[in-house]
């Protein structure tokens, strides 16, 4: 290594155009010339420069014709940061009540029915052995509340999304139509209430579970509106309270 440095050295700490004079009847062999891609002082990055392929593939020829006294390090830094708004996202976590659960239910209501309390977050489907299934969801925000009796009138897969004219009027950043999709606000399934605007509907947006937040619809996390999509039938009860 000492050997090497010694050689290579007065290339590098010399004048740009200083070499060795070459002899007679022979021809003077290219000056190594100090890689720009250094990074430490330390790491000595030495290359042949060849101007005859240098335009076509400087990459291949860097490679091809480097001389590496130590593996080139990439930084941490370097890597692209994963946005902001994406690791803040991925720190929510819904609260461990707002998961899915079996609990005892002795109220009036009839298997199949479904029964949401917005108060709590809670949705319930009545079972015919004594109990419920519970369901976290996000309920409507302030000034969207509401309650009610309807049936379920129709459900749909991962369905299209088009916000009413009154949503659009309070947010003209939305789009008259929004095919479904894995970005689609209405999430993987959807149980359409009555004739009413609102639905039940699954969400992009698992972390705001538990929360107030919709225009009045009940979301539920993916994974949970395709399981209630399965047990409840077009037709079935749902009483918000």
């Known amino acids: ?13 010399s004048g740009a155009g200083a070499s060795a004079p070459a002899q007679a009847g022979q021809v003077a062999p290219p000056p190594l010339v100090l890689s720009p891609n250094l990074t430490e002082p330390w790491v000595m990055q030495l290359r042949a420069p060849n101007t005859r392929n240098a335009r076509q593939a400087p990459a291949r020829q860097a490679t091809r014709n480097g001389v590496w006294l ?39 209501h009839k298997p199949g029915t479904i029964v949401i309390d917005t108060n709590a977050r809670f949705l319930f489907l ?6 419920a299934r519970r369901y976290g969801v996000g309920v409507g925000k302030p000034g969207f509340e509401w309650a009610g009796s309807h049936k379920v009138t129709r459900k749909a897969e991962w369905p299209d999304w088009r916000p009413p ?4 009027k309070r947010r003209p950043d939305l789009p008259k139509f929004m095919p479904g999709g894995p970005n689609n606000p ?5 149980l359409y209430l009555g004739s009413t ?14 929360h107030a937040v919709s225009s009045g619809c009940i979301r539920m996390r993916n994974e949970d509106v395709v399981d ?14």
């Open 70 to 108: 130590r593996p080139q390090r990439v930084s941490r830094r370097q890597a692209a940061p994963e946005p902001r708004r994406l690791q803040q996202q991925r720190q929510r976590k819904i609260a461990p009540q707002f998961l899915p659960a079996i609990v005892d239910y002795a109220g009036p």
């Open 228 to 241: 209630l999509y399965e047990r409840v039938r077009v037709g079935a009860t749902v009483h918000v309270i």
């Open 186 to 190: 209405m999430g993987a399934r959807a």
């Open 197 to 210: 605007l609102y639905r039940i509907h699954g969400s992009n947006e698992p972390w705001t579970i538990g």
């Open 126 to 131: 009545v079972q015919n052995d004594g109990t």
């Open 165 to 168: 004219a009154a949503m659009r």
């Open 1 to 13: 290594m000492c050997a090497l440095l010694a050689m290579v050295m007065p290339a590098v700490f």
